[in-house]
């Protein structure tokens, strides 16, 4: 009986204690009215005092202000006198410093973790973390002048970044720091706060319905039976429900990004507002399979993809220019190249990309640059074009293989998309061979979600671990013509670009790099890991890498999302290489302006120069919208860089 008494007197009291900082201090006040009162009957019966209320004052001067300990007289009011003195040091001092030192680290923990909700307007939201967010704050930190054109439509003096993530403390402070890199970050334009994108609540968090633009990197795939698209989609119905009774062009601009492109359409149910959708498997897969058919343009890629690294895509209105050709404009730039421009046909942007030089600029369009800087694309003043005679109709379809064997390392989500990216290349044929520890049942299965039904090209399904030279010789990789080592997307991303890396090392310690051996791409998912990779002639494609740059550039200017779209999709025109004797430039010295000229001849548009390392250890130097200045002696081996539009059956 005692005990349960005792039981229900404890949980009443942690009930009571546990509501907060404010409880525990008037718990404590109790406990020094029932002590001063207790004090005061002990000592109120010796006639030392005028009545018990001044009793009471005497014993809570004790308890608070052990200096009074040395007024009283009598061994027994000195007794209690001390007593009082001891529990005031507890009660009083002890336990209010404690509650003190727990509330103050409270405040400090919940400010620490992000649980404040944000007062702000016209930022970019960054929902979600994934190997993708790092990389969008860094490019939204280090693209200054995409950031002044953005804040000057707004009216914003300063950027402002919001990342919501899962759980936000110091320790993934200092890792988004350090991935952003010191030379980028900016304490003063980045808040963190916690919360996930799928409860409205916590989207109010970071004034989701307030931001100038959210962006929505595809989740991790962490959560068993749910897809990342889904996840994606619940996201879309959360923010489209933030405000009722709103326009939905009052809505912010969405920049989500779907794994799967058939999902594409209930996406743009899901959210009645702005939405720019980057399906990433899709594209993806095409830059894989345009590397495989072009080996060595992965580093133009690179490059495009890339801020701070060299050039990179500008879209610009020059209202001064219409009624000029697009073959006018070939010497309007000096240190940019014109690609073409986007029209609005019916409220909708159209990319022009590589036009006929007969097309007629409108005051409407706007122009596509690679340039170093936005300054690069400002329209010259009182340009006089000249009328260059370049080339007309279609370019004839680069020299290809028509005949690969491929050998694919790995096993992903985005094997499906590539194979159904090889599958589109009717004049060529594909034999491929797929070697994971995956088993072959559940890679059926998936391609057959996927709706894969391969009519031109070949699989076959092996079943082992690459990582271990037996399984590795078995597959013989040097018979291949082309060999691709995919990353995993079910472990931990540190974890299967160690794996990557090893099978590398093993690859080409079993097939070292020569001009007529197996051109090697691989898919790697952290760019941090780019330092500690040894390329011995391979390729390397980061997609997180890309994608955040992709997306960030998107939510700056959401025009240019049909430019990365025609540009690296699927259709579209094509970036490959050309020799430099097709255009009769070998063996002559020649500048890029020059160079520009005889592609332009061919209704083709030069992006740059991929000259050949002679040391045979593959390391190509490629330069995309070179110095103006410079000038080469070009080889018969020497590549040009070029953008053109043909027909994939020639």
């Avoid at 096993?411 to 589109?424: D, G, I, K």
Wanted: charged share 25%; hydrophobic share 45%; net charge negative.
């Amino acid at each position: 009986m005692l005990a349960a008494m005792r039981n229900r007197l404890q949980l009443v009291l942690e009930r009571f204690l546990v509501r907060g900082a404010g409880y525990r201090l008037a718990f404590v006040i109790g406990a020094v009215a029932v002590t001063s009162l207790l004090g005061a009957v002990a000592v109120v019966g010796t006639g030392r005092f005028g009545g018990l209320g001044e009793a009471i004052w005497w014993a809570f001067l004790r308890l608070t202000d052990p200096g009074y300990l040395g007024d009283d007289e009598g061994t027994y009011v000195r007794a209690v006198s001390t007593m009082l003195t001891v529990t005031g040091y507890v009660l009083f001092l002890g336990a209010l410093i404690a509650i003190m030192t727990q509330w103050l680290q409270a405040a400090l923990r919940r400010l620490e973790n992000g649980l404040t909700p944000i007062a702000d307007r016209h930022h970019i939201v960054v929902l979600g973390w994934t190997n993708r967010t790092a990389g969008i704050v860094r490019e939204l930190l280090l693209s200054t002048e995409q950031v002044r054109h953005f804040l000057r439509l707004r009216g914003r003096r300063s950027l402002s970044v919001v990342v919501l993530a899962e759980e936000v403390d110091a320790e993934l402070q200092q890792d988004l720091r350090e991935r952003v890199g010191e030379d980028a970050w900016r304490a003063q334009s980045v808040v963190l706060r916690s919360g996930t994108p799928l409860r409205p609540e916590h989207l109010r968090r970071v004034a989701a319905d307030d931001a100038a633009a959210l962006i929505l990197p595809a989740p991790l795939f962490d959560t068993p039976g749910v897809t990342p698209d889904t996840e994606t989609i619940k996201t879309l119905l959360s923010l489209a429900t933030l405000e009722e009774n709103v326009e939905a062009n009052a809505l912010p601009l969405v920049v989500a990004e779907l794994l799967d492109a058939r999902r594409l359409l209930t996406a743009r149910r899901a959210y009645p507002g702005p939405l720019q959708v980057v399906t990433s498997h899709a594209l993806v897969s095409s830059l894989i399979c345009q590397t495989i058919r072009h080996p060595g343009v992965s580093h133009v890629f690179a490059d495009l993809l890339a801020y701070g690294e060299g050039s990179e895509l500008y879209v610009r209105s020059t209202p001064d220019l219409a009624g000029l050709r697009f073959g006018d404009l070939a010497d309007a730039f000096p240190t940019a190249i014109v690609l073409g421009v986007v029209r609005h046909d019916q409220a909708k942007p159209r990319p022009l990309l590589n036009p006929n030089d007969d097309l007629v600029v409108e005051a409407e369009d706007l122009l596509v640059f690679l340039a170093e800087s936005y300054e690069a694309t400002a329209p010259p003043d009182d340009y006089q074009p000249r009328r260059p005679d370049h080339g007309k109709g279609i370019p004839a379809a680069p020299s290809l293989k028509r005949h690969r064997k491929v050998l694919i390392l790995g096993w992903s989500q985005l094997v499906a998309p590539v194979l159904t990216e090889l599958e589109r290349y009717g004049s060529e044929q594909f034999d491929v061979t797929v070697g994971s520890f995956v088993s072959i049942a559940a890679r059926e299965r998936q391609l057959e979600d996927y709706d894969f039904a391969p009519e031109r090209i070949t699989i076959q399904h092996v079943e082992l671990d690459y990582t271990i030279p037996g399984h590795m010789r078995r597959l013989a990789p040097e018979r291949y013509d082309n060999v691709l080592l995919m990353a995993s997307d079910r472990i931990e991303t540190d974890e299967t670009d160690a794996r990557t890396i090893v099978g590398h090392l093993l690859l080409r310690e079993l097939v070292p790099y020569r001009d007529d051996g197996p051109r090697v791409l691989v898919e790697l998912a952290e760019a941090e890991n780019l330092a500690s990779f040894p390329t011995y002639g391979s390729e390397i494609i980061v997609p997180p890498l890309m994608l955040s740059h992709i997306m960030a550039q998107i939510a700056l200017r959401p025009e240019l999302r049909v430019v990365f779209e025609d540009l690296f999709g699927a259709e579209g025109p094509e970036i490959f290489f050309r020799p430099a004797g097709a255009y009769d430039l070998a063996e002559r010295e020649v500048g890029f302006a020059e160079v520009a000229r005889a592609v332009a001849a061919r209704n083709e548009t030069a992006l740059g120069l991929r000259l050949r390392d002679r040391s045979g250890n593959g390391d190509d130097e490629v330069l995309v919208n070179p110095p103006r200045d410079r000038r080469w002696t070009l080889q018969a081996d020497d590549l040009l860089v070029v953008l053109a539009t043909y027909s994939a059956d020639l």
